[in-house]
């Protein structure tokens, strides 16, 4: 195996987070196939536990200080010994930080130059094994990092994701992808709209999908005749794009139809008040639950009992919109055949009419409809089942996109590895 003796600092918006599996996936692998890596993080965890993996992840985790009035204290004073340190380097980074607040007018801005000013005289100064940064997410997380390469002069590169993409002022956004080495997206519709706004610089984008581990869904349902009470299944962040409302006003009209159904919804978030009221509203309340936020085992059960999996994604008023969500590929990997909607770059995993159902966002009426075809045609659902996990083995298996990012990484001349 190769190894480097030149380390990655990864920079994060919160370390370890249950939604974000991708991540600590990446960083897993990362270290296995032999490269150093350290963790700088935005914020503490959210919740109290983690997935296994994490826990075998060896990258030290520092923590930045979070907030800009209560922490102001413990951010200027590393800040004011950097500039007196390295004043031509604090420079560029505070003539690039009003450029950007000018734009904006956020103070996020202040933050995030104080922020990488920390990580930078307390971390990066003093770590000279360090020789390459990575935010992961375009927004915030990229930020501190692209100060922070100024400050330490140290070459950077980002991965952006989709909400990070989409809210981004596009301006702010093309200014990191040109001052970046490589950045590496998710999606082939993401890398097409990042080449859009880059303004035909010459920083490489790369797509490489998330994928997810086979190993951990190898619990596959073999196909099977369902019926009444079907068993519906749904995982998402309790936000506006993953379409909640339209799901569930979709299962009114089956429940109106006499249709007998158990869904189940894992998540949590914003709209936590606003979805559960919605449920009551329409009665849906002895069909429907909410488990909140489940572990990976948790997960996998439910997946076990499903007849299918539904994920109405749809594009926030902000402009916020998934890429192409774990979620999904997940459920193809179990065998669960899945209905999402049209938008961004889900018809990139679900085909329409080849490895599931694709519907319009915002369209209750169509989504029932779509529910029903599956649930009633044994032979859509078996040929969703078959072309669904043959599509995922092939494109999805993330041991063989992270090999590719490896590579990009072996590709920086910074970044010795010896055999």
């Known amino acids: 195996m190769n190894y480097t003796t030149s380390k990655i ?11 974000e599996t991708f991540i600590s996936n990446e960083i897993l692998q990362l270290e ?16 109290n536990f983690s ?7 060896k990258a030290r985790v520092d923590y930045l200080p979070t907030e800009l009035l209560l922490d102001f204290p413990r951010l200027i004073t590393p800040n004011i010994f950097l500039a007196a340190q390295c004043p031509s380097a604090y420079r560029a980074a505070l003539k690039l930080a009003r450029r950007r607040f000018n734009r904006t007018r956020k103070l996020a801005t202040l933050k995030h130059m104080l922020q990488a000013g920390y990580m930078t005289w307390h971390f990066l100064r003093t770590d000279s094994t360090i020789h390459h940064l990575h935010g992961h997410f375009a927004h915030s997380p990229t930020s501190v ?13 980002f991965t952006a994701h989709a909400k990070d993409i989409y809210t981004s002022n596009p301006n702010q956004l093309a200014e990191k992808i040109e001052a970046a080495d490589f950045v590496v997206t998710c999606t082939q519709a993401n890398e097409k709209y990042l ?11 790369h797509c490489i999908y998330h994928g997810i581990d086979l190993a951990l869904f190898n619990n596959i349902k073999q196909p099977h005749p369902v019926r009444e009470p079907y068993k519906f299944f749904t995982i998402a962040r309790l936000t506006e794009k993953k379409g909640l409302p339209t799901l569930y006003q979709a299962l009114a009209m089956l429940k109106q139809q006499g249709v007998a159904f158990n869904h189940v919804l894992i998540g949590d978030g914003d709209d936590r008040e606003k979805i559960l009221d919605l449920i009551c509203t329409l009665n849906l309340t002895d069909s429907c639950s909410w488990l909140g936020t489940r572990t990976h085992d948790d997960v996998l059960t439910q997946f076990s009992q499903t007849d299918l999996f539904i994920l109405p994604c749809e594009i926030a008023e902000n ?38 159902r694709t519907v319009e966002p915002r369209n209750p009426d169509q989504l029932a409809r779509a529910i029903l075809e599956i649930m009633e045609d044994e032979s859509l659902r078996n040929t969703f089942i078959s072309n669904g996990k043959e599509w995922v083995n092939e494109r999805f298996d993330n041991t063989r996109w992270l090999l590719k990012l490896a590579e ?8 010795r590895m010896i055999n």
């Not at 997935?51 to 992840?57: E, F, L």
């Not at 080449?195 to 984008?205: A, L, V």
């Not at 990009?408 to 001349?413: D, K, L, S, V």
Request: glycine share 8%.
């Open 9 to 19: 600092a990864y920079i994060l918006k919160g370390y370890p987070r249950i939604s």
């Open 319 to 356: 402009g916020d919109r998934d890429g192409i969500p774990n979620v999904l590929v997940e459920s193809l990997a179990m065998g669960v055949p899945a209905i999402s909607t049209n938008v961004s770059a889900i018809p990139e995993i679900i085909i329409d009419g080849q490895t599931g």
């Open 51 to 57: 997935h296994d993996s994490v826990k075998k992840i």
């Open 145 to 157: 990092t692209m100060f922070a390469a100024i400050l330490a002069n140290k070459p950077f590169s």
């Open 195 to 205: 080449q859009s706004i880059s303004g035909g610089c010459n920083t490489p984008i």
């Open 408 to 415: 990009i990484f072996e590709n920086q001349p910074h970044l």
């Open 32 to 47: 296995q196939h032999g490269f150093s890596l350290r963790i700088f993080s935005m914020r503490h965890p959210r919740e």
